[in-house]
């Protein structure tokens, strides 16, 4: 018998357009955006910039045996001569009844109100039409320092401050002088410090006026080298005058 027509498999027998049953919708709860909201809002609450910043314990402040005992008060020594407490009254005694005093209440509190002196109101003050009452002392509107003794009047500690700060520099003259004619130092004075700061000055115009005029494109290693060049005079420049004009006093050595 011929095999080939036996050659038919069972999965032929499937139909070619069967598709595959759809799958039913995922089931999703009405309530997952309230609660996904809801643990958003906690988890925010509770965030924190990490853990609290504690003193860690020393290793040497260990729990010791008995530390968490009380401790007893000291024993004193039994005296058979200390005074006792008065005894307990017993139960037929009985107290005292139908003790009144002679004072009169009514008067003494009329002549106290009479004769006292009459309390001053505190003084306040009303910031709103609605009667917003406020403490007038502790407000800043009674001129109360103005009226003290001292205001207005250098303290003391301000004016030895100001004592040891004008004895330190006259020692520091002094100082200063003394090396002057050791090392026959010259001090410019306050015209030739003017002098020489506004020659800086012009120096420094005539070098930036220079460096404004550069072509916009360098192109060149000698347009290049030049650029530099006119930076550091600049730079050079404005340290000196800043130099100069920090420093009031300024010393040159005599050559």
Not at 11 to 32: A, G, T, V
Not at 64 to 89: A, G, I, M
Not at 101 to 112: G, P, Q
Not at 206 to 220: A, G, M, N, P, R
Request: proline share 8%; with cysteine; glycine share 2%.
């Amino acid at each position: 018998m011929d095999t080939t027509c036996f050659s038919e498999s069972i999965y032929n027998l499937i139909p070619i357009d069967w598709k595959e049953p759809p799958q039913p919708p995922r089931y999703i709860s009405i309530f997952k955006t309230s609660v996904k909201d809801n643990m958003q809002k906690c988890k925010t609450a509770m965030k924190t910039m990490g853990p609290p910043k504690v003193e860690v314990p020393s290793p040497k402040d260990f729990l010791k045996k008995h530390s968490k005992e009380k401790t007893l008060p000291p024993k004193k020594r039994f005296d058979r001569n200390e005074p006792k407490k008065p005894p307990v009254p017993l139960r037929t005694d009985h107290p005292v009844m139908g003790l009144q005093s002679e004072k009169n209440f009514i008067n003494t509190n009329a002549a106290d109100v009479i004769m006292g002196v009459a309390k001053k109101p505190k003084p306040i003050y009303v910031d709103k039409r609605t009667g917003d009452k406020h403490d007038l002392e502790t407000s800043g509107l009674v001129p109360k320092y103005i009226n003290k003794k001292d205001y207005g009047v250098t303290p003391e500690y301000i004016c030895k401050r100001n004592e040891e700060v004008k004895k330190a520099q006259e020692e520091y003259d002094n100082y200063i002088q003394e090396n002057l004619r050791k090392a026959a130092m010259k001090r410019l004075s306050d015209e030739e410090r003017e002098a020489v700061l506004q020659g800086l000055k012009k120096n420094w115009e005539e070098v930036h006026k220079e460096f404004q005029s550069l072509s916009v494109f360098i192109d060149s290693i000698p347009k290049k080298i030049r650029k530099q060049k006119l930076e550091e005079e600049m730079k050079q420049l404005e340290h000196d005058i800043s130099i100069i004009e920090k420093h009031k006093i300024i010393y040159i050595a005599n050559k």
